[in-house]
């Protein structure tokens, strides 16, 4: 069973930084279409950046685009977020997932629906 582990959430001033990790295991493919995703209570899940674990497709929504950065390490199966320039509105639950690789397609909007596998979630909180 293909499984998701985030780590790297706390609790951070305005401006600050956090990396965000999310380990993928028991995986079917050698690669997948992985992507962030963060939420907050009342609010739908939504989509933040997403890359080709194989390479390529990197996508970042207009909010986090200068300031986050999403990257994958094959050698370690490991998917990152770094963010920087934190921002109050960028508190919330966050979340890795990894899809077909076909949704990385730039013509494929960063939408929940296309993936399948989830993380159980980090929380990030930015103060001030």
């Known amino acids: 069973q293909v499984q998701l582990q985030e780590s790297g959430g706390g609790s951070v001033q305005t401006g600050g930084t956090l990396r965000l990790s999310c380990a993928l295991s028991g995986y079917t493919y050698n690669t997948y279409c992985m992507g962030w995703f963060r939420q907050t209570p009342g609010k739908a899940r939504e989509g933040v950046a997403r890359i080709d674990s194989g390479g390529g497709g990197e996508y970042y929504v207009d909010s986090v685009k200068g300031r986050f950065t999403i990257s994958h390490d094959s050698a370690k199966n490991t998917l990152y977020l770094q963010m920087n320039t934190l921002k109050p509105e960028d508190t919330a639950m966050y979340y890795c997932?990894?899809?077909?690789?076909?949704?990385?397609?730039?013509?494929?909007?960063?939408?929940?629906?296309?993936?399948?596998?989830w993380g159980q979630g980090t929380q990030v909180t930015v103060s001030s």
């Open positions: 997932a990894a899809g077909l690789r076909t949704y990385c397609r730039g013509d494929v909007t960063l939408e929940t629906f296309y993936f399948g596998y």
